[in-house]
């Protein structure tokens, strides 16, 4: 391995915690009712959302110092872990149901998203198979369909849950990993419309998820039930204006916009930030991919190289599903914005993979 730069990327160190730290001050912001009114603690979020972003920034600089071939030797087993912990979660009684979805297992307070962590481990492994197999994956049985199809397992398991956004940003991740890799792009052409048709069954089988599709090209049509939400977060967008009506003011957050908090924090940010606070945190993402981009195609092994897009790929492909969700761009999939959305497992697992991404960059070369 090339000699270990003295300090990783600094650009993404300053990045990822200018985000951090907006999304404290915005779920502080956005829970502040509903948290007083549920919990009789304008903090609890706050608090644990604190929590969780201090476990994460120290794992994040732990992280950062282990050499990220680490992973590769112990990619099978997460990947394996991960597999057991997504069919132990299905089991009734077992995992916890929270929005609809058995997505959960824990006591108490504490709990843990295995499908988060298995975004992680999929990269993980599919960093070390593709560059173990660069020279099949041109093949459509020897690399791309075994590849494949472990991913398909896993999406499989995750939308017996089901959730199907966090499903679709790994495969929409993987299939970004294995395209670069190399895989010919005749084959995703046929594999496309082969997803594109088992998308729309997977639509068809579940009402909710009509109801979705119906609301996002036409939320007035049931303001009440499954465009609610995208009406209150346009509601919330619109009187934000250029420069916002100013932290702490919003208007939605006052139990219009259901727990505003999560998947639907950038809307609060830009009901009391405006244009420029919103535009700026889309300046710090694209700083954020910029980076990673170089430290993708500066990293020394094809492994590396994987793994940093595979972080960068999972990054941006939630940034855009869930600012496209909230401005009214794309159906409501329950997605959260990384760094800013309240959430434990995500937010954690997000830092922990920046540690890698940090740790790839030591080695880089640009």
């Known amino acids: 391995m090339p000699k270990t730069?003295?300090?990783?990327?600094?650009?993404?160190?300053i990045t990822t915690?200018?985000?951090?730290?907006?999304?404290?001050?915005?779920?502080?912001?956005?829970?502040?009712?509903?948290?007083?009114?549920?919990?009789?603690?304008?903090?609890?979020?706050?608090?644990?959302?604190?929590?969780?972003?201090?476990?994460?920034?120290?794992?994040?600089?732990?992280?950062?110092?282990?050499?990220?071939?680490?992973?590769?030797?112990?990619?099978k087993l997460l990947v394996v872990i991960c597999f057991i912990?997504?069919?132990?979660?299905?089991?009734?009684?077992?995992?916890?149901?929270?929005?609809?979805?058995?997505?959960?297992?824990?006591?108490?307070?504490?709990?843990?998203?295995?499908?988060?962590?298995?975004?992680?481990a999929m990269i993980a492994f599919l960093a070390?198979?593709?560059?173990?197999?660069q020279k099949t994956i041109t093949k459509f049985k020897q690399g791309l369909l075994p590849s494949l199809s472990l991913v398909m397992l896993a999406f499989g398991l995750i939308m017996l849950q089901p959730d199907l956004g966090t499903g679709a940003v790994m495969v929409g991740t993987c299939v970004v990993m294995i395209y670069v890799s190399g895989a010919k792009l005749s084959h995703f052409v046929g594999l496309g419309m082969?997803?594109?048709?088992?998308?729309?069954?997977?639509?068809?089988?579940?009402?909710?998820?009509?109801?979705?599709?119906?609301?996002?090209?036409?939320?007035?049509?049931?303001?009440?039930?499954?465009?609610?939400?995208?009406?209150?977060?346009?509601?919330?967008?619109?009187?934000g204006g250029l420069m916002g009506l100013g932290?702490?003011?919003?208007?939605?957050?006052?139990?219009?916009?259901?727990?505003?908090?999560?998947?639907?924090i950038f809307a609060?940010?830009?009901?009391?930030?405006?244009?420029?606070?919103?535009?700026?945190?889309?300046?710090?993402?694209?700083?954020l991919l910029w980076r990673g981009i170089r430290v993708a195609l500066g990293a020394p092994d094809l492994f590396g190289s994987l793994f940093a897009v595979g972080i960068i790929g999972v990054i941006a492909i939630q940034v855009m599903i869930n600012i496209g969700v909230v401005i009214g761009l794309m159906p409501v999939t329950g997605i959260t914005l990384p760094f800013l959305s309240y959430g434990g497992s995500s937010l954690t697992l997000m830092l922990v993979a920046v540690g890698v991404l940090l740790n790839i960059s030591r080695y880089a070369r640009y």
Do not use: C
Not at 5 to 11: A, L, S, V, Y
Not at 40 to 67: E, P, S, T, W, Y
Not at 128 to 133: G, I
Not at 201 to 230: C, E, H, V
């Open 5 to 13: 730069k003295t300090t990783p990327d600094f650009i993404i160190i």
């Open 17 to 75: 915690l200018s985000l951090l730290t907006i999304g404290m001050i915005m779920v502080y912001s956005a829970s502040a009712v509903w948290a007083t009114y549920k919990f009789d603690d304008a903090f609890f979020f706050a608090k644990r959302q604190l929590f969780f972003a201090g476990l994460g920034v120290i794992a994040m600089f732990i992280i950062m110092n282990v050499d990220y071939w680490t992973w590769r030797k112990h990619a």
């Open 85 to 120: 912990l997504l069919v132990v979660v299905l089991i009734p009684g077992v995992g916890l149901v929270r929005g609809g979805a058995q997505s959960w297992l824990g006591v108490g307070a504490f709990s843990i998203q295995p499908s988060e962590f298995m975004k992680f």
């Open 128 to 133: 070390k198979y593709l560059s173990e197999n």
């Open 194 to 239: 082969i997803g594109l048709a088992g998308f729309a069954a997977l639509i068809i089988s579940a009402p909710y998820r009509i109801k979705r599709i119906t609301s996002f090209l036409d939320p007035w049509s049931d303001p009440l039930g499954s465009g609610f939400q995208i009406i209150q977060s346009l509601y919330a967008i619109g009187p």
């Open 247 to 264: 932290l702490g003011e919003s208007r939605q957050k006052f139990f219009y916009l259901p727990e505003p908090q999560t998947d639907f």
């Open 268 to 287: 609060i940010l830009s009901e009391e930030l405006g244009f420029i606070g919103g535009t700026f945190v889309i300046l710090l993402f694209s700083i």
